[in-house]
Structures are given as structure tokens and as C-alpha cells.
């Protein structure tokens, strides 16, 4: 088997075809088919006429929240807070932009009038989170005051502030799970009227949530790839969601995960036999899956573990010749670009 390095993924992409803002409309992003012997360049609102009745459609229902505070010091110094997961009550975990870290103790001056008590750092002394208290005037939770004054959490290649605009289109249609600080990008491009046609030929659909933290921008900086250290993501797998993938592969229908996100929910799940907890599952050429055939995904970043995810799902050459391809074709990049389908490279469908 071949053995990958960190270069190995690397690829030169042209700045201008990085997305600063999604498609006109959801389904009208370009969509690369990779199925087949070579790549045919379609539009996302033909996925439904790519797909076979007795498919399973399985998306990310997370839901992106505002996880984006600013704020300033006692001593006036500002700050930027970005919330990666909410614990009990009024605890958060955070990463943190100051100049100079804040004693432990400290009361944080949040922007909407609240505050943000420095408990420690996370998950121990050593961790490169920290541990907040949060504590509203008008015992608001978390929650709340993300909704009331958070920031939606653009990626770091999106260059401009958060609008309105980003507000609605940085979320998914069937986004239900608060918790997420970064979108499951590749289910934007579905619309109401893409489902509609999806339910009409009889491809079925279900859900798990995993809620993506900022660690999925988390830049890998070993050559040897066996050398990297995953992010932890909260997941579960529901009881129907399990029933409804059981049933597609006895009728010998193909399991379409809607991202990576959803990749790594099901073959977490498929490894462990957990369906509900933490994963940190890195997916790299050699990945034995148990349940994906096929990936609707955007175009990753170069050198990252998405580039790996999805070279291990549909074969390195294939993948880099796609993105080549797509390259060439000046498809549009990452968050908000363009998607692309792929099948498992052990698939025979």
C-alpha cells in the first residue's frame, strides 16, 4: 500500500478562485461528477438524476450558531471570543484573540452588556481552550446571547464581515441542532425544490448531528501524516437514522453522506459502535469504510485532512485529477464554492 506524506496533498490554487460568497441560489452551484470514467461538470440542481431510488441520503443537521463575541479586558485591552462547544448552564469553551491572556478569575466586559469570567483553561491546565462563565443581566444562556450578539463564524479565507446575507446562506435548510461553529458546507447547496425532486424519485433521506468546531480549519503541520493530532467533534447517530441505513443496504441501495462531517459521524459510529460521543477519527488513504458509497463534498483546502478524507474515500489519483480538472474549469473553492459527487473507490456502483 502506498504510503502518503503532508505534500502528497498539496496542490497551487488560484486565490481568485476562493469563494467570497455563495452561488445566487443554492442549487445553482456547478457540481463536479467524479462517478464516472472522467469528470462531467453539471449543475447541483441535476444531483437528483445522478442518484437511484432506494438511495439514502444522509445529511448533517447541525445548526451554525453565532459563535463569534468580541469584548474587552477590565484594562480596556479588546478581545475576541469564538465559542467551540457550550457545556451546563452558563459554562462555555472558547478560543481566544487578546493581546495578553487574562488571569484566571478575571471578569470579561462582553460586548450586549454581559460578562465572561475566566474559570481556566480546557479540557485541563495544559489545554489550548479556555473555560468561561458567562452571566447576563437578564439570565439569557449561552445560547441566547451568541443569538443576541454573536458574529456568524466565516471561515478564515472568507475575507469580508458577516452580513445578513452570511446569517442566511452560512446554514443549512434543515439546519436543527444548535452547537456548530462552522457550516457542514456542502449541504447549502440543497433547496427546497432539489428535496422536492430528491422525495419524487423516491431517494430517501435521514440525519446525524455533528456539531463542527473550528479545529476543521486546523492547519496539519507534520509532514508524516501519522503524526497529526484530530480535533474532537461532538456527534450521534439516531435510532431511525441507523434503521434507515440498515434498510438501504439490504435493498442494495447506496449510502450518500451529505460532507465530510457526515462521513466521519457514520465511520466513527461503524468503528466504535458508539453512536452518540466525541470523535477524533482521521480519515487518510487505507480508511477501511463500513457504510459511505458515495460523497457529496465542496473543495478542500490544500494539505488538509479533508484532502485525505476524500482521497481515501475515492482513491488519491482520481481525486487529484479532479481537482485538476476543476482547477482548469475555475470551479469555485471551499465554503462557499462549488460541490463535487464521488463514489467509493471499492464501490461498484
Excluded at 446562506?169 to 434543515?174: E, K, P, S
Excluded at 485529477?321 to 467509493?344: K, N, V
Aim: with cysteine; aromatic share 8%; glycine share 8%.
Amino acid at each position: 500500500m502506498q504510503t502518503f506524506s503532508l505534500s502528497d496533498f498539496d496542490f497551487d490554487l488560484p486565490p481568485d478562485l476562493v469563494a467570497q460568497h455563495p452561488a445566487s441560489e443554492r442549487s445553482s452551484s456547478r457540481l463536479l461528477d467524479g462517478t464516472g470514467a472522467s469528470p462531467v461538470d453539471r449543475i447541483f440542481r441535476d444531483l437528483p438524476n445522478l442518484l437511484r431510488a432506494g438511495d439514502l441520503l444522509v445529511f448533517n443537521d447541525t445548526q451554525v450558531v453565532k459563535a463569534r463575541l468580541f469584548g474587552k479586558k477590565p484594562t480596556g485591552g479588546r478581545l475576541e471570543l469564538l465559542i467551540e462547544r457550550v457545556l451546563q448552564g452558563q459554562d462555555v469553551v472558547a478560543h481566544m484573540k487578546v493581546s495578553k491572556k487574562p488571569p484566571i478569575g478575571m471578569a470579561l466586559e462582553m460586548d450586549g452588556g454581559f460578562t465572561a469570567t475566566l474559570l481556566g483553561r480546557w479540557p485541563d491546565a495544559q489545554g489550548a481552550l479556555f473555560h468561561l462563565r458567562f452571566d447576563s443581566p437578564a439570565g439569557e444562556d449561552p445560547y441566547a446571547l451568541m443569538a443576541r450578539c454573536g458574529h456568524v463564524p466565516l471561515p478564515p479565507y472568507i475575507t469580508h464581515a458577516d452580513s445578513a446575507d452570511d446569517e442566511r446562506r452560512y446554514q443549512t435548510v434543515f439546519a436543527r441542532v444548535p452547537g456548530a461553529v462552522a457550516a457542514p458546507t456542502a449541504a447549502l447547496h440543497f433547496d427546497e425544490s432539489v428535496l422536492a425532486q430528491l422525495d419524487a424519485r423516491g431517494i430517501e433521506r435521514a440525519n446525524v448531528t455533528l456539531h463542527v468546531g473550528a479545529g476543521t480549519f486546523q492547519p496539519v503541520k507534520t509532514e508524516n501524516i501519522a503524526e497529526h493530532t484530530m480535533h474532537a467533534e461532538r456527534y450521534q447517530v439516531p435510532l431511525t437514522t441507523q434503521q434507515a441505513i440498515a434498510a438501504c443496504k439490504a435493498r442494495g441501495g447506496r449510502v450518500v453522506a451529505v460532507g465530510t462531517t457526515t462521513v466521519r459521524t457514520l465511520e466513527s459510529w461503524g468503528q466504535t459502535g458508539e453512536a452518540t460521543g466525541d470523535t477524533s477519527i482521521f480519515i487518510t488513504p487505507g480508511f477501511d469504510f463500513r457504510y459511505v458509497d458515495l460523497l457529496i463534498t465542496n473543495f478542500h483546502l490544500p494539505k488538509s485532512t479533508l484532502m485525505m478524507l476524500v482521497s481515501a474515500l475515492a482513491g488519491y489519483e482520481r481525486v487529484m485529477a479532479l481537482y485538476a480538472h476543476a482547477i482548469r474549469e475555475r470551479y469555485r473553492f471551499f465554503s462557499y464554492g462549488d460541490a463535487m459527487l464521488l463514489a467509493r473507490e471499492t464501490s461498484t456502483c
